[in-house]
């Protein structure tokens, strides 16, 4: 959500940090802004929109600064607006604050400012209270209002701040939102997110909750919640810059659908040793841990938690484990049944999640064991998290997930398989055979990708359907929650999936003539049920649409139009049966003349509850 850059340094803040708020549109926003110490003032300048919007606003302006602060707003206080948009002042606009999560109490906070300070509110953001909170702590030390500011605030919050009267200074803050310091030479950065940074430095401070950063061009210092100066090792980024580019593809989106194959190798082989043998570089799971759990939580949000419900049924089957799924947003709210013989895996791309992070804490307080699966190396989740099983997807910029959905099922895969050789309930023989045809699945991929020309062919048949339903049994019901996300979020068509065998229970009401049915049957011993209920909703009038494995041809008597995936056991079809439903929801949402890689309303890393 909400993205942060702020520069200290002898080049032009304004081009920095416009050029690094471009390289998080990603996460999602609704307006921009940009706050510039400029000859003993601030200038603030701020529009609804695309970043276009602010670049247009203030290209002819003169706006010479060595420092700033900037941001892109996904709204939560106040709708989209000029007005709305960050950076937000106090009352003489002394004071910048840029900021990402949400200010808990901000209506007392308001009503506190308001009556006994006289402070008269311009916009409808929990933000402009920060701005006001610290203007009237406000000594002649930034630093120490900040502080006194932020002991009245409560809920989650990064926050950049600049005052005109210490133009040198930038102070920022965090509390459950995610900042990064970037290291320079002469210059210095913060940023909500290391990829607004690359094309300056490499040397990274990950900031820790409840720090607070005091920067200039020169030097950069750390304090904890007391005040207490903190040193921190530098994290040097490795990742290439570039792999967060389109490279001739129109959008981020359809760039990481074909990069599937790739990211499945990559979180396969890097966990594999010279003998196939699963290895846990970094993870000390033992069979006496393993032995002594009783119970596994898989928590997430979104596309994360469609991977829980696959790695549900698959720690079940070869792990033999009992394991319970929930959404992260949920989890903390009923009191879980969770202990110190609890394996509580936290499941997050971006690693940011403030949901699934609240889960983590939750389930940590009550002795829980903690692993999570994320794809961002010094995320807040896998460093508070006992145990990381790192995805290898690289850089996913797409607001809408893809290749991190199938790299998660990967590591659920291999966490399961781990799982149940180490506790003796899975046998050589058959372990052998799930890492060979794992070893197959990105071949068996690319095939499906092979077939892109066709799915776009089919789209242009489909995309002007305004309600489509589907349905699937067994692992095909996970997946098929997993598809109508992928179609209702970027095309904005109103989207269902439901268990197969739950339509005859109510929603097959809603079944009429060319209703368009997605139904995945891809369960060899699901196969002659799901043909039933393909037939339950063609003598409704339904259009239908069939996901199958190949040598199935039989399906295509009851269907509309069917699309083949190759062989593959039960178990893993998963990976391969996602892939048709994330082409047709991008060519559907590309037909339909959607912001693809920003849809609307949505944000690549939610930070918020």
Sequence with gaps: MCGIVGYAGERSAKDIIIDGLKKLEYRGYDSSGIALCTGGSLTVRKCKGRIANLEEAIAKEQLGSGLGIGHTRWATHGAPSDLNAHPHTNGDGSIAVVHNGIIENFVELKEWLARDYGVQFRSETDTEVIAHLIGIFYSGDLLDAVYKAVEHMRGAYALGVVCSKEPDKIVAVRKDSPLVVGLGEGCNFIASDIPALLKHVRRIYLIENNEVVLLTKDEVKLFDAQRNEVKREVFHVTWDADAAEKEGYDHFMIKEIHEQPKGLYETLHRRLDENSRIRLDGISMTKEDIERFSKVYIVACGTAYHAGLVGK?????????????????????????????????????????????????????????????????????????????????????????????????????????????????????????????????????????????????????????????????????????????????????????????????????????????????????????????????????????????????????????????????????????????????????????CDIDKPKNLAKSVTVE
């Design 313 to 593: 049924y698959i720690i079940e089957k070869l792990a033999k484990i009992p394991v319970e799924v929930d959404v992260a947003s949920e989890f903390r709210y009923r009191d879980p049944f969770v202990d110190d013989k609890t394996l509580f895996i936290a499941i997050s791309q971006s690693g940011e999640t403030l949901d699934t992070l609240a889960a983590l804490r939750e389930a940590k307080r009550k002795g829980a064991r903690v692993l999570s699966v994320v794809n961002v190396v010094g995320s807040s989740v896998a460093r508070e998290s006992d145990d990381v099983f790192y995805t290898w997807a690289g850089p996913e910029i797409a607001v809408a997930s893809t290749k991190a959905y199938t790299t998660q099922l990967m590591c659920m895969y291999l966490l399961a398989l781990y799982m149940g050789s180490e506790k003796g309930v899975l046998s050589r023989e058959e372990y052998d055979s799930y890492i060979e045809e794992l070893g197959r699945l990105p071949e068996l991929l690319q095939q499906i990708l092979d077939q892109e020309d066709a799915i776009h062919q089919l789209a242009k048949q489909l995309y002007k359907r305004q309600q489509v339903f589907f349905i699937g049994r067994g692992l095909d019901s996970s997946v098929s929650y997993e598809g109508s996300l992928k179609l209702k979020e970027i095309s904005y068509t109103n989207s269902f999936a439901i268990a197969a065998g739950e339509l005859k229970h109510g929603t097959i009401a809603l079944i009429e003539q060319d209703t368009l049915v997605v139904a995945l049957a891809t369960q060899d011993f699901l196969f002659e049920k799901m043909l039933s209920n393909i037939q339950e909703v063609k003598a409704r009038g339904a259009y239908v649409l069939s996901i199958a494995k190949e040598n199935n041809e039989g399906i295509e008597r009851q269907s509309d139009h069917v699309i083949y995936i190759p062989h593959c056991r039960d178990e893993l079809s998963p990976i391969l049966t996602v892939v048709p439903l994330q082409i047709l929801a991008y060519y559907v949402a590309k037909l339909r003349g």
